[in-house]
């Protein structure tokens, strides 16, 4: 008898909507859900059945026996690692207070039940890995809308041009998305895209900008010049809803397309041809202000820029440009419930700074990298725990020696996820939850234009010593003496307290795996667009009071990128379409698609080194002298200043046997950029760092061994 | 005659490999084995802009297959409607096929020690759906055509 189960896949953080068949208890065929993919699924999606049957990833609670990281360890029952790690928490909490302990996921949907034990326990140190990703786009989107990054939805297949810089929407694999690209381009629309290397995105542009790495932000002021003084942009728009267009006006006045095109490395004719389309060609074009923005210097401002172009574009809440995210007040009704809600929050500053030292960053998550220097500086107050809830910081942020030296300072580490992660192998404890297939998740709202309240349903049975999330913070909170605040003993006890105010019943889902909220998508008259707008003015800000009223400057004075020394080059990183970061590189049908990173060198850069294709390189940090192995790939297609890699390669858990030492980590030779932050977007600044390429030794030809 | 083809849209194609995954996870196929796969030439400048295209090959299902008539136990067969496929019951593994065909396409299943190809998820088919890395390619990409004689 097979079964259909609606879920949500668990292999990256995208999370589409599948459909899942079960047979006799095992899962025979997973796929998009019919009703909203029809079918589609990515290769990670259907390597979830690998995922389940792999044994290499945590087989039981796991609490450490020899030092930090020596893989040593000690398999026990899941009440005795709860116990151990609530006796340990309660101990420090007793002598350093709850706001010792700082509690940091992946973020996403699922997030409430660990927030809401932070929360109860009385910290007020939540966060996540935003500040190594879209921290600068979230803040600049904040800067010009007053709404985060999540608040603004795309509707690309109703765009005529979409504009990408560096935003490699084909290969980050968002299904629903990657097809919305495909059907904007069979109707005729246009790709531009900005990088400093091809990628699969770019293959389906009609018009490619490589440029110099760190140029960004001088190309969206080029473009911002020649829109402005072709007066091609949307000025009935401009006029109604925005405030300080004058100012920018202003301020791009040195910054000519002449200008930008010198500086990036590219031909003004192309960039005005482009900047003429754009006039013909909105308010359906789309500007993507950026995904994983924790690049450079500047890219809190040349995401702003983007922005502002889209502002210029007029393309805010109509079809084929943006429309702001609606949830369910906006559909007349009320939303679920969250644990969170009917905690009360902690009074004490964050350690992170955000919100007092920082009170022009957005408190919610704060910027995880800043509490490794409270760590070791005890200020503003000591922290002694951890705990990590999917989320493997020592791939996510840059170099892990210097991490490990804050982690030191801790009395208490703790790892909750599906796989051994770099962090799990140096934590004290590994709670070890149950992978997507085979768990159940809260209900949640998914916003955009037409919102709904999704939900993952568990496949199958763990197959090993496994348990979900929302059992694991439950049991965890009630042996720290606040199990009053989680209102639940089942998964269906959970949503049905979720559900409660909003009328929907668990059988609801039953159809098509969501419930949606509105029959259309909801696009709002213009006329109301003011009362959609969050910024302090009520407007669109090309100035933002925020900002000003902490006395940073909207615009930044372009300052040209460092160009990198005689035999050095900018590392820049990125991803494939099959594999997410560091998380599913050991997946076994994954990892025979890409057994490897490589690094990507330009061909000229290459011949002067004597590089060839295939040759072994040794990649060394220009600072620290920290190196990395990994084989070249010689390609025209690439900026000469920089070399490339995928990221999340390079892994060091021999438990993980394909993928252990397979490929070069990036992150290890992203050394002194750990306090390297944009210190207006708050994102890290992972392309800031320079590495020398030699050809390694290791490629000799000889061998005089009997 | 051939009743059946799968045709890549190549302009949809992402590359992704997504079919590939699909096609093994269908099959319960290990690492190794592989039944479909994307390709693509090196990319070059095509007006200013750096290309290429996917090709998606899997078996071609030849009208006269080579790689029916040399296996001994007759396992590899043809059906009317032109799929080439292994009967599982009567193969025994000695390869036979994949050294007769031109391009290697039936492979080794490590997990069962028997050839298996692509069959167009014949009982997919019969069930009224299609071929798996169809069914779910990424992109919709991957057509599945029935062939009709004019």
Redesign the interface.
Same mark, same amino acid.
């Given at each position: 008898m097979v079964k259909s189960i609606w879920s949500m896949c668990g292999m990256c953080t995208v999370r589409c909507p599948i459909r899942v068949e079960v047979e006799d208890g095992a899962v025979t065929?997973?796929?998009?859900n019919p009703h909203l993919l029809?079918?589609?699924?990515?290769?990670k999606?259907?390597?979830g059945?690998?995922l389940l049957a792999d044994n290499e990833r945590p087989q039981q609670p796991l609490i450490r026996q020899g030092g930090r990281g020596a893989g040593r360890w000690q398999a026990v029952s899941w009440d005795a690692a709860l116990d151990y790690v609530a006796e340990k928490l309660t101990a420090i909490i007793a002598k350093d207070g709850a706001r010792s302990t700082i509690l940091s996921c992946r973020g996403g949907p699922f997030i409430d039940p660990a927030k809401a034990f932070l929360q109860a326990l009385g910290s007020p140190n939540f966060t996540d890995h935003d500040s190594a990703c879209g921290r600068n786009v979230h803040h600049a989107s904040q800067s010009v809308y007053g709404l985060g990054r999540a608040d603004m939805a795309y509707d690309i297949k109703n765009a005529k041009h979409l504009v990408l810089f560096g935003r490699n929407l084909?290969?980050a694999?968002k299904?629903g998305e990657?097809?919305q690209v495909?059907d904007m381009?069979?109707a005729g629309g246009k790709l531009t895209y900005v990088d400093v290397r091809?990628t699969?995105t770019?293959?389906?542009?009609?018009?490619?900008f490589l440029v110099r790495p760190g140029t960004d932000y001088a190309l969206t002021l080029g473009i911002l010049h020649g829109v402005i003084k072709a007066e091609t942009y949307d000025k009935e728009f401009v006029n109604r809803f925005t405030t300080g267009f004058d100012d920018l006006a202003a301020f791009i006045e040195p910054y000519t397309v002449e200008w930008a095109a010198q500086e990036c490395g590219i031909k003004a004719k192309?960039l005005y041809e482009f900047i003429h389309e754009l006039g013909q060609d909105r308010p359906r074009v789309i500007f993507h202000p950026g995904w994983m923005l924790a690049r450079y210097h500047d890219s809190f401002y040349a995401s702003r820029s983007l922005h502002l172009l889209n502002v210029l574009m007029g393309n805010v809440e109509i079809k084929g440009g943006q429309i702001i995210a609606k949830g369910a007040k906006d559909c007349g009704r009320k939303g679920i419930r969250n644990l969170v809600d009917g905690i009360p929050k902690s009074e004490e500053k964050r350690a992170d700074g955000v919100g007092w030292k920082y009170p022009h960053f957005d408190k919610g998550p704060g910027l995880f990298h800043l509490f490794y220097e409270s760590m070791q500086s005890g200020e503003p107050y000591p922290l002694k725990s951890l705990i990590c809830y999917r989320h493997d910081p020592l791939t996510c942020f840059p170099d892990p020696t210097a991490q490990k030296r804050a982690l030191d300072t801790l009395d208490l580490i703790v790892s909750i996820d599906t796989h051994y992660s770099e962090f799990g192998w140096y934590s004290d404890v590994i709670l070890p939850e149950s992978v997507y297939l085979e768990r159940d998740c809260p209900i949640s709202v998914q916003k955009g234009p037409k919102p709904r309240l999704v939900y993952r349903q568990q496949a199958v049975k763990p197959r090993l010593d496994t348990k979900p999330g929302w059992w694991i913070f439950k049991q965890l909170a009630e042996r720290m003496g606040v199990g009053n605040y989680f209102p639940y003993n089942t998964i269906e006890d959970l949503w049905a307290w979720q559900l409660e105010p909003t009328g929907v019943k668990t059988a609801d889902f039953e159809d098509k795996g969501f419930v949606e909220l509105t029959d259309k998508p909801l696009i709002h008259d213009r006329e109301t667009l003011p009362s959609l707008i969050k910024t302090p003015s009520g407007s669109i800000e090309f100035i933002s009071a925020k900002l000003a009223k902490e006395g940073i400057d909207s615009f930044k004075p372009y300052s040209s990128p460092i160009k990198p020394p005689e035999g050095m080059f900018r590392l820049v990183v990125g991803r494939s379409?099959?594999n997410s970061h560091g998380h599913t590189i050991n997946n076994?049908?994954?990892?025979?698609?890409l057994p490897t990173n490589t690094l990507w060198i330009n061909k000229r850069a290459a011949t002067k080194l004597g590089v060839n294709e295939g040759d072994w390189l040794d990649v060394i940090a220009h600072d620290s002298g920290v190196s990395g192995l990994i084989q070249a790939k010689v390609?025209e297609?690439i900026h000469p200043e920089a070399v490339y890699c995928i990221h999340g390669f390079g892994r060091q858990i021999p438990l993980q046997s394909r993928a252990y030492h397979a490929g070069m980590s990036d992150q290890k030779l992203q050394t002194g950029l750990l306090a390297d932050m944009d210190p207006v977007g708050g994102g890290l600044c992972l392309c800031e760092g320079f590495v020398e390429v030699r050809r390694s030794s290791k490629n000799s030809t000889r061998s005089v061994e009997l | 005659m051939n009743s059946y083809l799968i045709y890549l849209n190549s302009?949809?194609c992402?590359?992704?490999?997504?079919c590939?995954?699909?096609c +093994? @996870?269908?099959k319960g196929l290990?690492?190794?084995p592989i039944l479909c796969e994307i390709s693509h030439e090196p990319?070059r400048s095509v007006r200013?802009?750096? +290309? @290429?295209e996917f090709q998606f090959r899997s078996c071609y299902h030849c009208e006269d297959p080579q790689c029916v008539p040399v296996c001994p136990t007759s396992a590899m067969q043809k059906r009317t409607d032109g799929i080439v496929f292994v009967d599982q019951e009567k193969c025994i593994g000695c390869m036979a096929c994949q050294n007769s065909c031109p391009w290697s396409i039936p492979q080794f299943n490590p997990l069962t020690g028997k050839a298996i190809k692509c069959d167009y998820c014949y009982e997919r088919l019969e069930r009224g759906l299609k071929p798996a890395c169809v069914?779910?390619?990424?992109?919709?990409?991957l057509k599945f055509v029935r062939l009709v004689e004019v």
């Amino acid at each position: 008898m097979v079964k259909s189960i609606w879920s949500m896949c668990g292999m990256c953080t995208v999370r589409c909507p599948i459909r899942v068949e079960v047979e006799d208890g095992a899962v025979t065929w997973i796929e998009g859900n019919p009703h909203l993919l029809d079918g589609a699924l990515c290769a990670k999606g259907s390597a979830g059945l690998a995922l389940l049957a792999d044994n290499e990833r945590p087989q039981q609670p796991l609490i450490r026996q020899g030092g930090r990281g020596a893989g040593r360890w000690q398999a026990v029952s899941w009440d005795a690692a709860l116990d151990y790690v609530a006796e340990k928490l309660t101990a420090i909490i007793a002598k350093d207070g709850a706001r010792s302990t700082i509690l940091s996921c992946r973020g996403g949907p699922f997030i409430d039940p660990a927030k809401a034990f932070l929360q109860a326990l009385g910290s007020p140190n939540f966060t996540d890995h935003d500040s190594a990703c879209g921290r600068n786009v979230h803040h600049a989107s904040q800067s010009v809308y007053g709404l985060g990054r999540a608040d603004m939805a795309y509707d690309i297949k109703n765009a005529k041009h979409l504009v990408l810089f560096g935003r490699n929407l084909l290969e980050a694999m968002k299904v629903g998305e990657a097809n919305q690209v495909l059907d904007m381009l069979d109707a005729g629309g246009k790709l531009t895209y900005v990088d400093v290397r091809q990628t699969v995105t770019g293959l389906k542009a009609s018009r490619f900008f490589l440029v110099r790495p760190g140029t960004d932000y001088a190309l969206t002021l080029g473009i911002l010049h020649g829109v402005i003084k072709a007066e091609t942009y949307d000025k009935e728009f401009v006029n109604r809803f925005t405030t300080g267009f004058d100012d920018l006006a202003a301020f791009i006045e040195p910054y000519t397309v002449e200008w930008a095109a010198q500086e990036c490395g590219i031909k003004a004719k192309s960039l005005y041809e482009f900047i003429h389309e754009l006039g013909q060609d909105r308010p359906r074009v789309i500007f993507h202000p950026g995904w994983m923005l924790a690049r450079y210097h500047d890219s809190f401002y040349a995401s702003r820029s983007l922005h502002l172009l889209n502002v210029l574009m007029g393309n805010v809440e109509i079809k084929g440009g943006q429309i702001i995210a609606k949830g369910a007040k906006d559909c007349g009704r009320k939303g679920i419930r969250n644990l969170v809600d009917g905690i009360p929050k902690s009074e004490e500053k964050r350690a992170d700074g955000v919100g007092w030292k920082y009170p022009h960053f957005d408190k919610g998550p704060g910027l995880f990298h800043l509490f490794y220097e409270s760590m070791q500086s005890g200020e503003p107050y000591p922290l002694k725990s951890l705990i990590c809830y999917r989320h493997d910081p020592l791939t996510c942020f840059p170099d892990p020696t210097a991490q490990k030296r804050a982690l030191d300072t801790l009395d208490l580490i703790v790892s909750i996820d599906t796989h051994y992660s770099e962090f799990g192998w140096y934590s004290d404890v590994i709670l070890p939850e149950s992978v997507y297939l085979e768990r159940d998740c809260p209900i949640s709202v998914q916003k955009g234009p037409k919102p709904r309240l999704v939900y993952r349903q568990q496949a199958v049975k763990p197959r090993l010593d496994t348990k979900p999330g929302w059992w694991i913070f439950k049991q965890l909170a009630e042996r720290m003496g606040v199990g009053n605040y989680f209102p639940y003993n089942t998964i269906e006890d959970l949503w049905a307290w979720q559900l409660e105010p909003t009328g929907v019943k668990t059988a609801d889902f039953e159809d098509k795996g969501f419930v949606e909220l509105t029959d259309k998508p909801l696009i709002h008259d213009r006329e109301t667009l003011p009362s959609l707008i969050k910024t302090p003015s009520g407007s669109i800000e090309f100035i933002s009071a925020k900002l000003a009223k902490e006395g940073i400057d909207s615009f930044k004075p372009y300052s040209s990128p460092i160009k990198p020394p005689e035999g050095m080059f900018r590392l820049v990183v990125g991803r494939s379409a099959v594999n997410s970061h560091g998380h599913t590189i050991n997946n076994p049908l994954l990892h025979e698609l890409l057994p490897t990173n490589t690094l990507w060198i330009n061909k000229r850069a290459a011949t002067k080194l004597g590089v060839n294709e295939g040759d072994w390189l040794d990649v060394i940090a220009h600072d620290s002298g920290v190196s990395g192995l990994i084989q070249a790939k010689v390609t025209e297609f690439i900026h000469p200043e920089a070399v490339y890699c995928i990221h999340g390669f390079g892994r060091q858990i021999p438990l993980q046997s394909r993928a252990y030492h397979a490929g070069m980590s990036d992150q290890k030779l992203q050394t002194g950029l750990l306090a390297d932050m944009d210190p207006v977007g708050g994102g890290l600044c992972l392309c800031e760092g320079f590495v020398e390429v030699r050809r390694s030794s290791k490629n000799s030809t000889r061998s005089v061994e009997l | 005659m051939n009743s059946y083809l799968i045709y890549l849209n190549s302009k949809r194609c992402i590359g992704c490999h997504g079919c590939e995954v699909h096609c +093994k @996870t269908n099959k319960g196929l290990p690492p190794g084995p592989i039944l479909c796969e994307i390709s693509h030439e090196p990319m070059r400048s095509v007006r200013g802009v750096p +290309k @290429t295209e996917f090709q998606f090959r899997s078996c071609y299902h030849c009208e006269d297959p080579q790689c029916v008539p040399v296996c001994p136990t007759s396992a590899m067969q043809k059906r009317t409607d032109g799929i080439v496929f292994v009967d599982q019951e009567k193969c025994i593994g000695c390869m036979a096929c994949q050294n007769s065909c031109p391009w290697s396409i039936p492979q080794f299943n490590p997990l069962t020690g028997k050839a298996i190809k692509c069959d167009y998820c014949y009982e997919r088919l019969e069930r009224g759906l299609k071929p798996a890395c169809v069914t779910k390619c990424t992109t919709h990409a991957l057509k599945f055509v029935r062939l009709v004689e004019v």
